[in-house]
């Protein structure tokens, strides 16, 4: 019960050292072109004080970046940071105008505030991950564990806000998929949020990308279905009290939720925390880890305990009441060259000594302008999941809990899975006029513990159009060259993904 106290405690010094009170706001979706767009304008220079390593943002959060943004006396020398920034001014009008009171924060029903339609086709079969549940078709990632079918297939997504006062705030994305066996339907995303103070409590179907990597991140993505889950965080970034002022803007998350039945160890528990902090306007460094534990047949765990292993240790008289991933993250920008981003991520399997062992990890640069105008950038990132204990890989697999790190048979962090490696290229371009390109160029080596390797090579086109806020197009073809496709010496295959998607902001 002295844990619980204690965090109770640290939460309400939290909330008495809050330079603001929050109020409560939706979610912004983790595949949303928002975050390209603002990680383009800190790139150029204009945003000093995101912490990009915690998402999703809040539509306020981000709001306050693009103000941020505005302010900067630089934003009117770069023609593409002028475009980013007046089509952000217009998809946060709303938010902007109550930060700025020029509105007042109250209540409000948008039934429709945005719409998704988008139509697929793919070639070829999924891909299983050895010694765990994991299946995945693998050019279909990162999708909130959408599966696109063979043969082609739709899909239909709303999100609805309603709030009441500035502190009670309920969203929901009800979601339509048409296939060759029908139509389904279920809620993608949604949450009941309660500001309090700085801090944000909401219960509902969330998904959770931490870490600094953007193509893949070792604890927590969105490759894996969104979770029904409570959870705390201050959605933007605090200043905390005392010497700890001397953190920067400061974010944490803690969540509770309960993990899928068709699993060896079936309706496990899940949770994690994280904190994330900017201590120097260059240097963002921020921690994670999350404790799967409980289930059928396996011992209760109080609050109090969930506590005990979050902070890496097992209970008492328990050798291994718990599977734990942890990672340390980072990320410097140096001013000198052009604003250039290093980041990287080191996780952990294990615990020895006090510190993370069974190690893998995430190396990232990011080059927001490669050229004079600005309008191009570069992206290289490469993620090593290949450590093995014995003859076996360690990452997101357990001896107890055996259907792996995984929900609804999909790897919750990064999507290549365990004992697997991952290069990643990407070339940005803005164009004017609302026209982006994306050209992309990804390796993927799966299989260190298997007689071969699977080796899949996939370039991938994407171009998208959005003349105005209310309408985005966009397409995106992928193509997969697999080696020896499922462990088999001489397999080769190819395979295919295309989408075309056009959302609406109503």
């Not at 982006?436 to 990804?442: A, P």
């Amino acid at each position: 019960m002295k844990k619980v106290l204690c965090l109770l405690t640290v939460a309400l010094v939290f909330c008495a050292g809050s330079v603001h009170a929050a109020t409560a706001s939706a979610n912004i979706p983790l595949d949303s072109w928002i975050y390209p767009a603002l990680d383009k304008l800190e790139g150029l220079g204009h945003i000093e004080t995101s912490l990009q390593g915690s998402r999703p943002y809040t539509r306020l959060a981000a709001a306050r970046l693009v103000r941020s943004a505005e302010n900067s006396e630089r934003t009117a020398a770069t023609p593409v940071a002028r475009e980013l920034l007046d089509v952000l001014r217009r998809e946060f009008d709303t938010e902007l105008r109550e930060l700025s009171g020029d509105i007042a924060t109250g209540s409000y029903l948008k039934p429709l505030r945005s719409m998704r339609l988008q139509g697929g086709y793919r070639s070829g079969d999924p891909s299983f991950l050895p010694r765990s549940d994991a299946r995945q078709f693998a050019l279909d990632y990162n999708r909130d564990g959408l599966t696109q079918e063979e043969d082609g297939a739709g899909l239909v997504s709303f999100a609805s806000e309603a709030r009441l006062g500035s502190r009670f705030l309920l969203s929901a994305s009800p979601l339509f998929e048409f296939d060759n066996e029908g139509t389904s339907s279920r809620l993608l995303e949604g949450k009941a949020a309660l500001a309090l103070g700085p801090l944000e409590i909401s219960v509902g179907r969330q998904s959770l990308w931490w870490g600094q990597g953007r193509h893949g991140s070792l604890v927590l993505t969105n490759n894996a279905k969104p979770q029904d889950m409570l959870r705390i965080t201050n959605p933007s970034p605090t200043l905390l009290p005392w010497v700890f002022k001397y953190l920067g803007p400061f974010r944490f998350d803690v969540f509770w939720s309960r993990l899928d039945d068709n699993r060896t160890v079936s309706d496990p528990y899940f949770g994690g925390a994280r904190v994330n902090f900017r201590p120097l306007p260059w240097v963002e460094l921020g921690a994670s880890r999350t404790v799967m534990f409980g289930g059928k047949g396996r011992p209760s765990i109080d609050l109090d305990e969930f506590i005990t292993i979050l902070g890496g240790k097992n209970l008492e008289g328990e050798e291994d009441s718990s599977n734990s991933v942890a990672a340390l993250d980072g990320r410097i920008l140096l001013p000198f060259a052009y604003n250039a981003e290093i980041y990287g991520e080191l996780g952990g399997e294990d615990e020895a000594g006090g510190f993370i062992s069974q190690k893998a990890w995430l190396l990232g640069l990011y080059l927001p302008r490669i050229e004079p105008s600005g309008r191009a950038s570069l992206r290289l990132e490469y993620a090593d999941l290949t450590v093995k204990r014995g003859r076996n890989s360690v990452w997101y697999r357990h001896s107890v809990y055996r259907s792996g790190y995984t929900y609804d048979e999909r790897v919750m962090g990064h999507h290549v899975g365990g004992g697997a490696t991952d290069l990643f290229s990407e070339l940005s371009i803005y164009f004017p006029k609302g026209w982006t390109l994306g050209l992309e160029l990804d390796y993927q080596r799966r299989g260190a513990d298997q007689p071969v390797w699977e080796k899949h090579l996939q370039p991938a086109l994407e171009i998208a159009w959005q003349p105005s806020r209310l309408l985005r197009i966009s397409g995106r073809y992928a193509v997969d060259f697999v080696e020896n496709f499922e462990f088999v010496a001489g397999r080769d295959e190819t395979f295919h993904l295309a989408f075309l998607t056009v959302d609406l902001s109503l």
